[in-house]
């Protein structure tokens, strides 16, 4: 009896798990607490049976689908206003609640350690209330994770700026969120997928790379370090098996060793973290990263065109893509310099030729040798300044000055800035981080005055200047602004 009793109960069991199997399940991105995008298709997601057909009803839209035979199936809701909380219901061989759904802004903020930098190490300005009977920003943490090849679903939910955990998510994408939601009253999702020190191109589709020669030249000596990761690998599972197999002969298996670890490889976090959120309905995107390879110099502007377009086709829709151009660090210096960090600089603001993007400029909060400064409040807050604004039309001024062009005056050179605002102005009292050199390419400090809306520089060294460069070295101690207090982006008017 006790025998068939125990046959019984794990044919029980057996029929239970199948069951479950079987009932229809929802991406990870659509559970309790979701926010969608609002004014726009949805698709909803998930697996099922083959052949079992899904309903999804929402906000008094139902739609319906069969699972293919790889079990899979997708419903796209009609677009909807912002509002909620909803609760949304999926029907098949069970019936599933999701609840507090919201409809608003969905955006996806990825990056390395700048924006990895939660809330908790963040410096807080100030606090701002809500009130709001329910939380009217959530985030989905993608968990940091690497795969050579593109995952389906992550192990997450959502979470609400009100919970504890809230502590941990990206500063910058939180108060990023805080001042959308405060701009454009409506909810406001992030989606947070970001790793520190981690790369740009690992954040690009291998579909990508094997379709840009540009992409494959800019990222050559990773591809090698890919290549040298991928035979040890190799070798590693070979181990595995011949260990498995002595296992099976009852012999002592050999120790296979560790398993090789990937630092170098390309894609790995576009696999493990973007591919599974790849098509959910979404404004945009905002990109904080490059402290990890600001050697690339202008190979960056490759990287970044790359990456933009992996992502846009992705989602199959040019969306908005804005980033944060890196703060000064390390010792503070006034006079122009010849290293790395501001050619890089100079990469990603020449990437704003990309259509459809934007850049805020943070070279005023850097904090000397801190490579993740902690005021990210004013970070989020530019960002979400420039969204309103080019996003979602307000044509506030998100930028400080930019270089225009300039003309030598014999002993004097005239420059001319874009992004005027309500005029120049700068901080303190007087103009810092101007540097003028002669046809000899040496840099010293120069004397600069506003005239107008231009800056005249010059200098008692040279009598004849051929070049400015303006806050050209790592920390540059520089003070030009607009009214709006938006800082001058780094520049320079030679091509040396």
């Known amino acids: 009896m006790r025998t068939v009793a125990l046959v019984l109960l794990l044919a029980a069991a057996v029929g239970d798990a199948r069951q479950e199997a079987d009932n229809p399940r929802l991406h990870s991105l659509f559970g309790d607490g979701m926010v969608l995008q609002r004014d726009r298709p949805c698709p909803v997601w998930g697996s099922a049976a083959a052949g079992e057909k899904i309903s999804v009803s929402l906000n008094g839209q139902t739609k319906s689908a069969k699972a293919g035979a790889d079990g899979r199936w997708s419903v796209t809701l009609d677009a909807m206003a912002a509002g909620g909380p909803f609760e949304m219901t999926v029907t ?98 992030i989606l947070q997928a970001s790793v520190d020190d981690s790369s740009l191109y690992t954040w690009i589709s291998k579909a990508a790379f094997a379709d840009s020669a540009a992409l494959r030249r800019a990222t050559f000596y990773q591809q090698l370090q890919q290549g040298e990761f991928e035979q040890a690998h190799a070798t590693w599972e070979g181990r595995v098996r011949r260990a498995a197999e002595a296992r099976k002969r009852g012999e002592k298996p050999p120790d296979p060793g560790l398993e090789p670890a990937n630092n170098f490889g390309v894609s790995g976090h576009h696999g493990g973290m973007i591919s599974p959120l790849a098509g959910v309905a979404m404004r945009g995107a905002i990109l904080y990263q490059g402290e990890a390879e600001f050697f690339q110099g202008p190979r960056y502007r490759v990287l970044l065109d790359g990456l933009i377009k992996s992502w846009r086709t992705d989602w199959g829709r040019d969306f908005p893509v804005g980033w944060v151009q890196l703060p000064g660090y390390g010792a503070p210096s006034e006079a122009a310099t010849e290293s790395a960090l501001p050619r890089f600089r100079q990469a990603q603001a020449e990437s704003l030729a990309i259509p459809g993007t934007g850049m805020v400029v943070t070279i005023d909060l850097g904090e000397g040798d801190r490579i993740r400064p902690r005021n990210k409040e004013e970070v989020g807050r530019r960002l979400a300044v420039w969204a309103d604004s080019q996003v979602f039309g307000s044509k506030e001024i998100y930028s400080g000055p930019m270089y225009d062009s300039s003309v030598i005056d014999g002993r004097t050179i005239r420059i001319k800035f874009k992004n005027l605002g309500g005029g120049l102005q700068m901080k303190g009292d007087r103009l810092t981080g101007f540097s003028i050199a002669s046809a000899f390419r040496l840099f010293v400090p120069a004397k600069a005055v506003i005239e107008g809306d231009t800056v005249v520089v010059s200098s008692e060294t040279y009598e004849w200047p051929t070049a400015v460069r303006y806050a050209w070295s790592d920390n540059p101690q520089c003070s030009l602004i607009n009214r709006e207090g938006f800082p001058a982006c780094p520049f320079r008017t030679d091509s040396w």
Request: net charge positive.
């Open 92 to 189: 098949g061989k069970t019936r599933q609640t999701v609840k507090d759904v919201l409809v608003g802004e969905v955006w996806l903020a990825t990056g390395g350690s700048n924006m990895a930098m939660p809330l908790k190490e963040a410096q807080i300005a100030q606090t701002e209330p809500d009130d709001s009977p329910v939380s009217m920003r959530r985030f989905f943490v993608v968990p940091k994770r690497w795969s050579e090849k593109p995952e389906r679903d992550v192990a997450a939910s959502w979470r609400s700026d009100r919970s504890e955990t809230v502590a941990d998510v990206s500063a910058t994408a939180y108060f990023f969120s805080r001042e959308l939601r405060k701009r454009l009253k409506v909810p406001v999702g």
